[in-house]
């Protein structure tokens, strides 16, 4: 008679193995990462297109940290200007261009991790 042990993974209350906690962290990451270029690129198109006062600490502050982001993308389409909004159509390529970027490095790390686990 064969007798074969089932070795379980020890899980912890959420479900979560030891092995699991590095590819999660990794995609927290991610997606924090994403979310504040997201996010910074989002507000500082928003003030432009609003008319927001271009001498205010904060406009500066915020489109001085989204142009480091722009760099690849500055000049890409004309900038469209009306009645003191600015419309940086480049900036939505870029929300659009960094998004596809974090998917696709996250659907690569998830290739990885289930070929490593399989």
Known sequence: MNTQTVVEKSTTETGVTPEDKPYIVIHQALDFFLFLIEGLLLLD??????????????????????????????YLFPVTQASGSTIDWSILVAMVVYSLVFLAIRKAIAVVYTADNA
């Open 45 to 74: 198109f928003a003030l432009l297109a609003s008319g927001a006062n271009r001498g205010a600490g904060f406009f500066q502050l915020i489109h001085s940290i989204a142009n480091i982001f722009m760099i690849p993308f500055r």
